[in-house]
């Protein structure tokens, strides 16, 4: 009985060692791993003092500044929006992506045909500038002249 008992505690000691040695695998493991974490902490906090920064910056600046703002037109059917008030008919075709030589015209409600918006022509992106209300525009290749 003795030697069943001797092998028995052996074989539970044997285990106990076995359990023991995977535990600390699992330790060592685990504080690989809160290495690694710490360090992406320390990347994070440094990221966000940056950022912090970059704010401060932001809100010192934006004091200085008169505040922006921006107006909506649409081109195409293609909502845009520009930093003035005012637009060329150049830079809205540059807007749309359209060739130089093709033609902008506003798009108005009523009868009639929509003006022609000439390059250099400045036109106010105001919601109260006439016509009243959201601006739209279309660009078109240009009509060939007679005999062309």
């Known amino acids: 009985m003795e030697t069943a008992e001797r092998d028995g505690d052996e074989g539970c000691a044997s285990k106990s060692v076995e359990a023991l040695e995977r535990a600390e695998q699992g330790l060592k493991k685990a504080e690989g791993d809160l290495k690694v974490l710490e360090g992406e902490v320390l990347e994070a906090e440094s ?3 940056r950022a912090e920064h970059e704010i401060e910056i932001a809100k010192k ?8 703002v921006s107006y909506e037109l649409i081109v195409n059917r293609v909502r845009h929006i520009w930093p003035r008030e005012e637009i060329t008919g150049a830079e809205i ?3 749309a992506g359209s060739p130089s030589d093709w033609v902008v015209n506003q798009i108005v409600d009523g009868p009639g045909e929509d003006p022609e918006i000439l390059d250099a022509q400045v ?3 105001s919601f109260d500038a006439c016509p009243k209300g959201e601006k739209r525009f279309t660009t078109r290749k240009p009509k060939t002249s007679p005999g062309a």
């Open 123 to 125: 036109v106010h992106l």
């Open 61 to 68: 600046e934006l004091k200085n500044e008169p505040q922006h």
């Open 93 to 95: 075709k540059k807007l």
């Open 47 to 49: 990221e966000i003092e």
